[in-house]
């Protein structure tokens, strides 16, 4: 079978998420592993740079248009192939499930003979789920467009995450995501993925865009492995039921150095949302969210409790959440309905939350920030947020 050239070129994927089922809408997030934590170490905040993008001192080689520079140079697979080799027909109406899976099933072979590079041509391209190979690339040409299948049967239920000891959304096992993997190595999707690189998307879902996690109540705080050193930009997409990035709330691994950048999210029922609760235990420290452009969202910003979930009576309500190090800078909301909403778990630590440069339009004259148990400070604010954030005597926060 003859493959076909990749198309070099800006890549546009687009994933339908059936509201039936609890789908990861990210590629594949991988965790970084090599940092483990145990319940009672000290909560990493410093151990890392945070990675800005837009800063001047971010490695060499970088190429400052693209957070692909964590790849280094994409590996070269000895053996490339188009998925149309294997049936497939892009026209946005046939379903493919049936040709990634021979796909994929076809190039774990090669896993220890040079690698495996599955082409994806200009088209829409219609599947339920598949599973990755390790020493692999899925790459996505210039147009090329993959839609989730609305059909229930495309959608295996299995085994549950360790770091969440159930399904999400159901007891049991979980419904499989739309690209899947288990303990895989050396792969690439397009030019994303590893340390973790999201960019240059469009999604529309029910759930959350961009979603990160790291475990959820007693099963994520034993496994003790957090989610670091993560970049999301240039994503646009619509959620009318959830947020354009939500960080948490099963967060109970650890989350730390996330840099989410360049979003424009509307008609959705939230622009940033960072959640968690007690029991989750863990702590989300060094994020930075800049540059979102918002329209007819209905609350721009949220930093709270509230998940009131469990996966069993195992959880340990002194299992307290920390949260440290935010910033949210250059954000523009149109025609929002709520102002933010900053509500801290009592006797936890929500501190060092910082917004620069923030206007939120469209709000009544009534609609007041809602804050609560959160310490931070505030530069160029409007409306004006609530005294929590205006004690500018410790502005440090905001540097």
């Not at 996330?258 to 989300?284: F, L, P």
């Amino acid at each position: 079978m003859e493959s076909e050239k990749p198309n070099f070129g800006a890549v546009m994927v687009y994933f339908k998420k059936p509201s039936w089922a609890f789908l990861v809408l990210l590629f594949t997030v991988i965790a970084v592993l090599s940092l483990q934590i145990t319940t009672k170490a000290i909560i990493p905040f410093q151990l890392f740079p945070v990675l800005r993008s837009s800063n001047p001192d971010v490695a060499s080689g970088f190429d400052p248009g693209s957070c692909a520079g964590f790849l280094g140079e994409l590996p070269e697979r000895k053996h490339v192939m188009s998925i149309k080799d294997f049936g497939a027909i892009g026209d946005g109406k046939t379903s493919n499930t049936a040709a990634f899976r021979k796909a994929l099933v076809y190039m774990q072979r090669f896993g220890e003979k040079g690698g495996a590079q599955l082409n994806v041509p200009k088209g829409k391209w219609l599947t339920g789920s598949f599973n990755l190979t390790s020493n692999f690339t899925l790459f996505l040409e210039q147009g090329a467009v993959i839609l989730g299948s609305q059909d229930p049967e495309e959608w295996p239920v299995v085994e549950p995450l360790p770091s969440y000891g159930r399904g999400r959304e159901r007891l049991g096992g979980r419904h499989i995501s739309l690209i899947h993997g288990d303990g895989l190595i050396n792969v690439v999707i397009t030019d994303s993925s590893t340390n973790v690189c999201i960019e240059d998307c469009y999604i529309e879902s029910g759930d959350d865009l961009v979603a990160v996690k790291s475990g959820w109540d007693q099963y994520g705080i034993r496994m003790a492995r957090p989610s670091s050193n993560i970049i999301v930009r240039r994503i646009s997409g619509t959620t009318p039921t959830c947020s354009g990035v939500g960080i948490g709330s099963e967060m109970s691994g650890g989350i730390f150095n996330v840099t989410i950048e360049d979003m424009h999210v509307w008609n959705s029922a939230a622009g940033v949302r960072i959640k968690t609760d007690t029991g989750r235990g863990g702590y989300i420290a060094n994020i930075t969210i800049n540059n979102i452009t918002m329209e007819r969202v209905k609350i721009p910003i949220r930093v709270s409790r509230g998940s009131n979930d469990h996966p069993d009576d195992g959880w340990d309500p002194k299992a307290i959440p920390k949260i440290k190090g935010i910033v949210i800078s250059n954000i523009v909301s149109l025609n929002s309905t709520k102002a933010p909403v900053l509500a801290g778990v009592q006797g936890a630590s929500f501190e060092g939350i910082c917004f620069k440069n923030v206007t939120l339009l469209g709000l009544a004259p009534t609609a007041a920030w809602h804050c609560e148990f959160v310490s931070g400070c505030t530069s160029a604010v409007f409306p004006l947020p609530c005294p929590q954030l205006q004690n500018n005597g410790s502005s440090a926060c905001c540097l």
